[in-house]
């Protein structure tokens, strides 16, 4: 079983940063690629950025060049970094893994996520 804790969300003003993570824990052998998406209320879920094991990137127009993602393999957690954040990044942050459990069997978990907020 594994368990994807996201935090760092919360509320900033328009044009301000916030970091957030995504912590692995559980019988994990490794974990492949990891993302980010978001939820906004009454919307779709929307693909954010990925970081494959190998460290490559893609990001969603709406966000290149404002948004980072990068990874830790040492503590099987992913982060975004987000600049020049604008009300509309509002919502729900989640982040996703392919996961290999110490069995060698793999899933493609999600975490519950955490809420960002921007507004004056």
Known sequence: QVQLVESGGGLVQPGGSLRLSCA??????SVGAMGWYRQAPGKQREWVASITGAG?????VSVKG??????????????LQMTSLKPEDTAVYSCNADVTFVSRTTTNAWGQGTQVTVSS
Do not use: E
């Open 56 to 60: 490559s990137t893609q990001y969603a």
């Open 66 to 79: 404002r948004f980072t993602i990068s990874r830790d393999n040492a503590k099987n957690t992913v982060y």
């Open 24 to 29: 692995a824990s559980g019988s994990i052998f």
